[in-house]
């Protein structure tokens, strides 16, 4: 089973890139690589999902190397909203009886500062 | 968007009381979860589901069980609650296929005293 690992905190300033790897070396050839958002007293929320190379949304990117064996998630420009948790996920989300193996990292509170 | 809605935010219960947790979602997805997230042990999954009454066991299904009669609805129950059941309670839908991930509820804190 993949096993994920991710930096306890990281801090930044309003206004900088904040980027945050995850770290899965045992990474499957079914598994996606998805990050997630958490706020205090809320469900984690969904901020993109990749398999391989670069993915961009409207409100981060996701940089998967070719080994697949890390990502980083790149938050451009933060601001003091985005101070929350940012938890990476592992695992083969097309077959359905392969969610038991989906590996949970276990966060990076980050804090964005004035 | 996608909802998901738990039907309690928090819970107050007693060691060896039956607990329900309600879950609901409205966007039609197969899939349906419940996880427990606590502190240092990030989240972890007790069951999931990915058709109505249809379940499969997660990583911690010791103490629970499931049901889901009806597509748009997963229900947690906690036989006996104990003291070590203490924690916050996560919903979450999804596609069969996992597009966009997860949606989650906004968790149900439950205290067990």
């Known amino acids: 089973l993949a096993k994920t690992t991710q930096p306890i905190s990281m801090d930044s300033y309003e206004g900088q890139e904040v980027n945050i790897t995850c770290s899965h070396n045992?990474?499957?050839?079914?598994?996606?690589i998805t990050w997630y958002q958490q706020f205090p007293s809320q469900g984690p929320r969904f901020i993109i999902q990749g398999y391989k190379t670069k993915v961009t949304n409207e409100v981060a990117s996701l940089f998967i190397p070719a080994d697949r064996k890390s990502s980083t998630l790149s938050l451009p420009r933060v601001s003091l909203s985005d101070t929350a948790v940012y938890y990476c996920?592992?695992?083969?989300?097309?077959?359905?009886?392969?969610?038991?193996?989906?590996?949970w990292g276990l966060g990076t509170s980050l804090a964005v500062n004035p | 968007d996608v909802k998901v809605t738990q039907s309690s935010r928090y819970l107050v219960k007693r060691t060896g009381e039956k607990v329900f947790l309600e879950c609901v979602q409205d966007?039609?997805?197969?899939?349906m979860f419940w996880y427990r997230q606590d502190p240092g042990l990030g989240l972890r999954l007790i069951y999931f589901s990915y058709d109505v009454k249809m379940k499969e066991k997660g990583d911690i299904p010791e103490g629970y069980s499931v049901s889901r009669e009806k597509k748009e609805r997963f229900s947690l129950i906690l036989e006996s609650a104990s003291t070590n059941q203490t924690s916050m309670y996560l919903c979450a839908s999804s596609l069969q296929q996992g597009a966009n991930g997860y949606t989650f509820g906004s968790g149900t804190r439950l205290t067990v005293v």
């Open positions: 045992n990474i499957a050839t079914n598994d996606y």
């Open positions: 966007m039609d997805h197969e899939n």
């Open positions: 996920l592992v695992g083969d989300l097309l077959n359905a009886g392969n969610n038991r193996k989906l590996i």
